[in-house]
């Protein structure tokens, strides 16, 4: 099971509400996003283990915005799959040209969507 699935899997047993969990799940991405940021010292293993963090945990939005069991309407799944892929894009883009600033549209995509999952927005 992948790390992101793991936490995913250990936030659902403390919380039990799904939409709860992705928010804390994204957070959790976010900050260690920022971290790597905030204490850039250029590509690192830190940098490496957030952004694979935050792309195993887009994959499993992906996947599950691609299920037909999905009971969310097919405008929304799609919202979700175009982030995802700008998600993958972004994170290829910074892992070929590492530079700290890349790291602000995956920052602010978690966080929105958090906010939104939480009902703050």
Sequence with gaps: MSQAAQAYSRTSQVTGNPRDIEAQALLKAAKQLRDVQSNWAGPDAKMHKA???NRRLWTIFMSAAEDN????????????ANISIF???????????????????????????????????
């Design 87 to 121: 998600v993958m894009h972004q994170t290829v883009d910074m892992q070929l040209a590492p530079d700290p600033s890349k790291l602000k549209p995956l920052i602010d995509i978690n966080c929105q969507i958090a906010a939104g999952l939480a009902g703050r927005v």
């Design 69 to 80: 069991d999905n009971p969310h309407s097919i405008e929304v799944r799609q919202n979700i």
């Design 51 to 53: 952004l694979l963090f």
